[in-house]
């Protein structure tokens, strides 16, 4: 396949930066972002093959103009990877109002900056019309989990959106949209790159989120080079799905889900459908 020019946001770290290493060593061309860029390095680089700039996943303008040199530089953008975000963790109302409102501008309202930018770049400047749109959300956008409840808001909200979206899009257009849900990564995510809550809430004394991500941080079963090869492998198909798990532990946690989803519908099936109108047909 021709080598592919990818637009990857958040590759300071974790999955970010092994992306832009394995696309740059499989012949791929790479556009790789970080607030600050400067401080991004990677071997076997130029001008042909690599460009790093500033971009700021909640800043319209930042976004507007990393594209803007991307596209000056290489002439299109095949594959846009919506990989900046970070982990907020503690019980709900250990978190404050702020922290929230964060946690849901980087994950959920900077995706859809650059979304909204990717659409129109892949649309009216790439010749021919077309690309691919990686959202990096979490098995967290498919099941709650304890001390995750704004995470898991922001990214089961990234899930919704882009579900919705795919549904608008022209086929003529060749856009391919995918929500990649990884499991647990040995990737920073866990560590240095974690918030806690701010206001411990002393009702909850039975959880302790610090502790318990400590001890998870580096036990995970995922490795982070792996999971880049697996987002490299999903960009360079013809036909991307449009959610796909990454990780034994998520994947065994979704069957859980489906299976859970499964029995739980059914058993209310009789109320559910006690609600229509009289005489209502239901379209076939």
Request: charged content about 25%; proline content about 4%.
């Amino acid at each position: 396949m021709a080598p592919q020019i990818f637009f990857i946001t958040g590759t300071s770290t974790g999955f970010g930066n092994e992306l832009v290493k394995k696309a740059l060593s499989e012949g791929d061309k790479v556009v790789a972002t970080a607030r600050n860029s400067s401080k991004l390095k990677f071997d076997g680089t130029s001008k042909d093959n690599f460009l790093a700039v500033d971009c700021d996943v909640t800043d319209q303008s930042s976004i507007d103009k990393a594209f803007e040199k991307a596209m000056s530089q290489f002439g299109r953008i095949d594959v846009v990877v919506n990989n900046a975000g970070y982990g907020l963790s503690g019980e709900f109302e250990s978190l404050s109002d702020k922290q929230i409102r964060t946690q849901m501008e980087v994950n959920f309202f900077g995706l859809l900056n650059v979304t909204r930018k990717a659409l129109e770049v892949m649309r009216e400047e790439n010749k021919p019309p077309g690309g691919k749109i990686q959202q990096i959300t979490s098995i967290g956008g498919q099941r709650g989990v304890p001390t995750f409840s704004i995470y898991c808001g922001s990214k089961w909200a990234v899930e919704g959106f882009t579900e919705a979206l795919s549904t608008e899009l022209k086929p003529e257009w060749n856009i391919k949209l995918t929500c990649i849900e990884p499991g647990g990564f040995r990737t920073d995510w866990a560590g240095r790159s974690m918030m806690f809550g701010e206001n411990k809430n002393k009702a909850y004394d039975h959880i302790n989120a610090e502790k318990t991500m400590k001890e998870r941080n580096g036990t995970q079963a995922g490795d982070p080079v792996k999971g880049a090869r697996a987002m490299w492998e999903i960009a360079k198909m013809d036909d991307p799905p449009l959610r796909t798990v990454i990780g034994s532990d998520a994947y065994t946690a979704m069957m859980g889900k489906i299976k859970a989803y499964g029995e739980l519908y059914p058993k209310y099936e009789k109320l559910a459908n006690s609600t229509d109108v009289d005489g209502y047909e239901r379209p076939s």
